[in-house]
C-alpha cells in the first residue's frame, strides 16, 4: 500500500531560525513528490520534486529529493511568523494518477 | 479565469439527509478529485476522475458518489449524510501528463448533526 510520511508532526520555532521538514514515501511506480503550504484554506504549491540531487529553491525555501532513499526534504531558513502552517507533502503514483497525501507538519514560528 | 471554485462554502445537514457539492474548473483539465480533510490529517481522495464519463475510487470513497458528466465539472454526492462525514471537502483538478501539479478550489466546510 503506497504510503507518506511526514515527520515531525509539529515543530516550535522562534523568528530567524532554521527549520527542515521530512517527508519519507514509499510509492510504486513513482512520479513526483510535491510540497504545499496550508494556511487556514487550500492547500498552496510550493515545490515539485522528480529528479534526485536537484534543489529547488524559492527565496527562503529550498527543497531535495532522494529516490534512491525515497525521502525529501524541505528547509526553510531565517523562518517568519509568515511561514506558520500545515506543510504537505503529496506523491503521485504515475500508473493511477493518484496523489498520496502526508499528515502534515504544523510548524509555528513565534515572534 | 476562476480556476477552481466549490459550491456552497459551508453547509450544515441532518444525519440522514442528502446534499451534491459542485467542483467547478475553468482550466480545461482532463484531471480532477475530490478529497476530505479532517482535523490532524492530510488529504485523502475520495474519488477521482481522468475524463468525462469516468471516475475511480479513492482511498476513502464508502458513502459517496461522483459524477463527471462535463468535462468543467465535478459533483459528489452524500446520500444519506453520517455525523463521520462531518469535514473539509477540497476539490482539485490538473493537466493531463506528467509533471503537472493540482490546483486546489477553496474547501467546502461540511457539518453532519
Known amino acids: 500500500e503506497d504510503k507518506v510520511v511526514q515527520s515531525p508532526l509539529s515543530l516550535v520555532v522562534h523568528e530567524g531560525d532554521t527549520v527542515t521538514l521530512n517527508c519519507s514515501y514509499e510509492?510504486?511506480?513513482?512520479?513526483?513528490l510535491l510540497w504545499y503550504k496550508q494556511e487556514k484554506k487550500a492547500p498552496t504549491f510550493l515545490f515539485m520534486l522528480?529528479?534526485?540531487?536537484i534543489e529547488k529553491k524559492s527565496g527562503r525555501l529550498s527543497s531535495i529529493l532522494d529516490k534512491k532513499e525515497l525521502f525529501s526534504i524541505l528547509n526553510i531558513t531565517a523562518t517568519q511568523t509568515g511561514d506558520s502552517a500545515v506543510y504537505l507533502c503529496a506523491v503521485e503514483n504515475a500508473g493511477t494518477y493518484k496523489y498520496i497525501f502526508g499528515t502534515g507538519t504544523r510548524l509555528k514560528v513565534l515572534a | 479565469n476562476a480556476g477552481v471554485t466549490q459550491t456552497p462554502k459551508f453547509r450544515v445537514l441532518k444525519t440522514g439527509q442528502s446534499m451534491t457539492l459542485l467542483c467547478a474548473q475553468d482550466?480545461?483539465?482532463?484531471?480532477m478529485y475530490w478529497y476530505r480533510q479532517d482535523p490532524g490529517m492530510g488529504l485523502r481522495l475520495i474519488h477521482y476522475?481522468?475524463?468525462?464519463?469516468?471516475?475511480a475510487k479513492g482511498e476513502v470513497p464508502d458513502g459517496y458518489n461522483v459524477s463527471r458528466l462535463k468535462k468543467q465539472n465535478f459533483l459528489l454526492g452524500l446520500e444519506s449524510a453520517a455525523p463521520s462525514q462531518t469535514s473539509v471537502y477540497f476539490c482539485?483538478?490538473?493537466?493531463?501528463?506528467?509533471?503537472?501539479?493540482?490546483?486546489f478550489g477553496p474547501g467546502t466546510r461540511l457539518l453532519v448533526l
Open positions: 510509492v510504486t511506480n513513482f512520479r513526483s
Open positions: 482539485a483538478s490538473r493537466r493531463v501528463g506528467g509533471g503537472e501539479t493540482q490546483y
Open positions: 482550466m480545461n483539465h482532463e484531471y
Open positions: 522528480t529528479s534526485s540531487g
Open positions: 476522475s481522468v475524463g468525462e464519463g469516468t471516475t
